[in-house]
């Protein structure tokens, strides 16, 4: 993971040459680092972030002509990595749940994104962990549009022995939101999952069928489902899902196959919003919790 951001992040820390913390030295390292960032696939905002971030944090620093000033960077470059992948407001999925199930009303989960992230495998995926838990659950195949995407659901739903509400293909997504959460509230489940159409990002037409689902199923978590792999163009996406629906949190897709990592790094920053699972292969098992400091390992080398 992340295997060619680690060796470049490496590769520019052992080329600096830093016998105090002057502006001068520090503008010589962030310069390197920046440009290793953004050669990486990190967005060029959360990049000149991470950089002023460390030119602050180093600038503060005492030192010695004794200090271990490599050391120190690394250091203050990891402290500043988690800070920018750490949400200010995290969420903890199961506590919501528990809160919806107090209160004797489904936890309604929406789902975005475009074509081809695994939005629909992440919703079976979810289904499973919810499961585990002791969670109820129902589907409710949204997409009305793609050919195939509801039979796709219905064979997660037998798989995982869930069952999904859909009607057929051309029919008002929002009406079959609606009537998978009326079941839900019928049959006392305790989650509803929202499969959406995601033809191009650029379709205003899309984006306002997406908006009547979220006003009529009025969504307790609009999760914005992204594929690690398609870098620079996850930015955009992430950026317009948040604009027209207001996602709350993401799931990120191909983590485990993602060399550069710029991805990663910058969703949390740039939406604002944290990163609650990654997608780790196709089974239904391979859904892991966004732990930033795991990230942070990944990316930046002990010495």
């Known amino acids: 993971m992340f295997d060619q951001l680690r060796k470049s ?3 520019a820390i052992k080329k600096i040459t830093i016998a105090d913390f002057s502006p001068k030295s520090i503008s010589k390292v962030t310069k390197e680092l920046k440009d290793v960032l953004i050669r990486n696939e990190v967005a060029v905002n959360t990049a000149e972030t991470i950089c002023k971030k460390l030119t602050d944090k180093l600038s503060k620093t005492e030192h010695t002509r004794f200090t271990n000033t490599k050391a120190i960077v690394l250091e203050s470059l990891r402290e500043v990595m988690l800070e920018v992948l750490t949400p200010a407001e995290p969420i903890d999925i199961l506590k919501e749940i528990e809160k919806s199930k107090k209160k004797k009303t489904p936890f309604v989960i929406a789902f975005f994104g475009v074509n081809g992230v695994g939005k629909t495998l992440s919703i ?26 509801i039979q796709q659901l219905q064979k997660h739903g037998d798989d995982l022995q869930i ?36 033809r191009i990002e650029t379709s205003s037409n899309l984006m306002s069928e997406l908006q ?37 949190c993401s799931i990120l897709n191909k983590i485990d196959a993602d060399v550069k990592g710029g991805a990663a790094v910058s969703v949390t920053h740039i939406s604002e919003k ?30």
């Open 274 to 303: 944290p990163i609650v699972f990654l997608g780790v292969g196709q089974h239904y098992k391979d859904l892991e919790p966004f732990l930033p400091e795991k990230i942070v390992e990944n990316i930046v080398p002990e010495k």
């Open 124 to 149: 079976a995926k979810l289904g499973k962990y919810f499961k585990d838990n002791g969670i109820s659950c129902v589907f409710a195949a949204g997409d009305t549009f793609r050919a195939g995407s």
């Open 212 to 248: 009547k689902i979220c006003s009529v199923s009025e969504p307790d978590l609009k999760i914005f489902v992204g594929d690690a792999l398609t870098g620079n163009a996850l930015i955009s996406q992430v950026t317009l899902f948040n604009e027209k629906v207001g996602i709350d």
């Open 163 to 198: 069952r999904v509400i859909a009607q057929t293909y051309g029919s008002d997504a929002a009406a079959v939101a609606f009537d998978a959460i009326n079941h839900a509230i019928s049959k006392n489940i305790d989650v509803v999952l929202i499969d959406t159409a995601g």
């Open 9 to 11: 992040v490496s590769k």
